[in-house]
């Protein structure tokens, strides 16, 4: 998939870095796909945060063809449409949505029905505020949803995973809200790298 960066030109090295992500995104499909399927055999719905178009039709591909009814939403969707595959996600329509916005949508327990929410992010972003706003699709009006990262061991997307657990942790340290889970994950984060290395 011609994985590797390559070139001197900052430009087309911001480039490469994007391409190496969304390869990467594509990669890590069917793992994502397989956490789906256990969290729907639990008995949650489930919305699943990706930063790439295709990403987000390779899911839903592979979880049609199981069967599993998805609703999407993404940029290129217009309003009423948008809100109409966010509807059928509310109602248990669409047992599944998966989605590139990060704010602006509720998908929470509740407005609907009362079936549990698990939310997972298969695209790590770097920014803490980005995380904190897609984290807060199902996990908020007082309802919980259990919020799953998604990345595989020695990528970039650990590194990212590292990064913006520190982040988020400045980030509500600074409010005031309870950081021990975050220490706890930065910590395991920490565990995986020395052990590879």
Same mark, same amino acid.
């Given at each position: 998939?011609?994985?590797?960066?390559?070139?001197?030109?900052?430009?087309?090295?911001?480039? =490469?870095?994007?391409?190496?992500? !969304?390869? +990467?995104?594509?990669?890590? /499909?069917?793992? @994502?796909? *397989?956490?789906?399927?256990? &969290?729907?055999?639990?008995?949650?719905?489930?919305?699943?945060?990706?930063?790439?178009?295709?990403?987000?039709?390779?899911?839903?591909?592979?979880?049609?063809?199981?069967?599993?009814?998805?609703?999407?939403?993404?940029?290129?969707?217009?309003?009423?449409?948008?809100? =109409?595959?966010?509807?059928?996600? !509310?109602? +248990?329509?669409?047992?599944? /949505?998966?989605? @590139?916005? *990060?704010?602006?949508?509720? &998908?929470?327990?509740?407005?609907?029905?009362?079936?549990?929410?698990?939310?997972?992010?298969?695209?790590?972003?770097?920014?803490?505020?980005?995380?904190?706003?897609?984290?807060?699709?199902?996990?908020?009006?007082?309802?919980?949803?259990?919020?799953?990262?998604?990345? =595989?061991?020695?990528?970039?997307?650990?590194?990212?995973?590292?990064?913006?657990?520190?982040?988020?942790?400045?980030?509500?340290?600074?409010?005031?809200?309870?950081?021990?889970?975050?220490?706890?994950?930065?910590?395991?984060?920490?565990?995986?790298?020395?052990?590879?290395?």
């Amino acid at each position: 998939m011609e994985l590797a960066p390559s070139g001197r030109d900052p430009r087309g090295a911001l480039a =490469a870095a994007l391409r190496l992500r !969304q390869k +990467g995104s594509l990669i890590r /499909v069917e793992g @994502t796909a *397989e956490l789906v399927r256990e &969290l729907l055999e639990n008995g949650h719905q489930v919305a699943v945060s990706v930063a790439f178009i295709e990403t987000l039709e390779a899911l839903r591909e592979g979880l049609v063809k199981e069967g599993v009814a998805c609703a999407a939403l993404h940029g290129g969707t217009p309003m009423m449409e948008r809100e =109409a595959e966010r509807m059928r996600f !509310q109602r +248990g329509e669409a047992k599944v /949505v998966l989605f @590139t916005v *990060e704010e602006g949508i509720s &998908l929470h327990q509740g407005e609907h029905n009362e079936v549990p929410r698990s939310e997972v992010i298969h695209d790590l972003r770097w920014s803490a505020i980005q995380m904190a706003q897609i984290e807060g699709r199902c996990h908020r009006d007082g309802r919980f949803a259990q919020v799953y990262w998604a990345y =595989a061991d020695d990528t970039i997307e650990e590194r990212i995973a590292a990064i913006v657990c520190r982040r988020i942790q400045s980030m509500k340290s600074m409010v005031g809200d309870d950081v021990e889970t975050l220490r706890e994950i930065e910590r395991l984060l920490a565990d995986a790298r020395a052990a590879e290395g």
